[in-house]
């Protein structure tokens, strides 16, 4: 089955600096790959998704590029400022006959932006 | 328009107790999904539908039902609480499958079980 492993669990940078996180994922037949961003006590909330037939998406300060031959997604955030602090989840469909209609999500990363 | 809204907010029950959190959604989607959150696990599906009077498996089941009576509501169930249910559950919506369009969560369930 689909497995995804998002890195790093924790991030911390400076106000201004960029952040990067990175997840790969098995299942080569994966075409959707969404990333959500939950505050602290919030919920989650989509921030930028992509499909496989692009290989960048861009929307202001966040862009997600996605290398189908490498099975890795990464989310780029520039310029970053204290309301980028929260908690941010990448997620892979499960594809098959008996896993459609499911994703699975990373464990998380931490970010943390220093002032 | 609320969007996705869970009920109740927080409960504390005993182990062995029964309960059942509510999400209804006012979006028109036709698939819902129930999601347990513990620290640094991310989120694990439990029990998901994909239309009013289907539901289905997901990772974590065991311990847990649910129901898609009406297309707005999907109910899960604790039959006998244990400590290991101690968690936060979300449940999410989407007008089409999660395989390739956006989930739109609740504010959670904060779930402690003594």
């Known amino acids: 089955g689909e497995n995804v492993e998002q890195h790093p669990s924790t991030l911390s940078v400076q106000e201004g600096d960029s952040a990067v996180i990175k997840c790969t994922y098995s299942?080569?037949?994966?075409?959707?790959f969404p990333w959500y961003k939950q505050e602290l006590g919030k919920r989650p909330q989509l921030i930028i998704d992509?499909?496989?037939?692009?290989g960048e998406k861009k929307d202001q300060r966040i862009a997600v590029t996605l290398n189908k031959t490498a099975k890795h997604f990464s989310l780029h955030i520039t310029e970053t400022q204290p309301e980028d602090s929260a908690v941010y989840f990448c997620?892979?469909?499960?594809?098959?006959?008996?896993?459609?209609?499911?994703?699975?999500f990373g464990s998380g990363t931490r970010l943390s932006i220093r002032p | 328009n609320a969007g996705v809204t869970q009920t109740p907010k927080f409960r504390v029950l005993k182990t062995g107790q029964s309960m059942t959190l509510l999400c209804a959604q006012d979006m028109n989607h036709e698939y819902m999904y129930w999601y347990r959150q513990d620290p640094g696990m991310g989120l694990r599906l439990i029990h998901y539908?994909?239309?009013?009077?289907?539901?289905a498996k997901g990772e974590v089941p065991d311990g847990y039902n649910v129901s898609r009576l009406k297309k707005q509501n999907f109910l899960l169930g604790l039959e006998s609480a244990a400590p290991s249910q101690t968690s936060v559950y979300f449940c999410?919506?989407?007008?089409?499958?999660?395989?390739?369009?956006?989930?739109?969560f609740g504010d959670g369930t904060r779930l402690s079980i003594l």
């Open positions: 999410a919506s989407s007008v089409g499958t999660a395989s390739n369009q956006p989930q739109h």
């Open positions: 539908s994909v239309g009013e009077g289907t539901t």
């Open positions: 299942d080569s037949a994966s075409n959707y």
């Open positions: 997620a892979a469909p499960l594809t098959g006959y008996s896993s459609a209609s499911k994703i699975i």
């Open positions: 992509i499909r496989s037939n692009v």
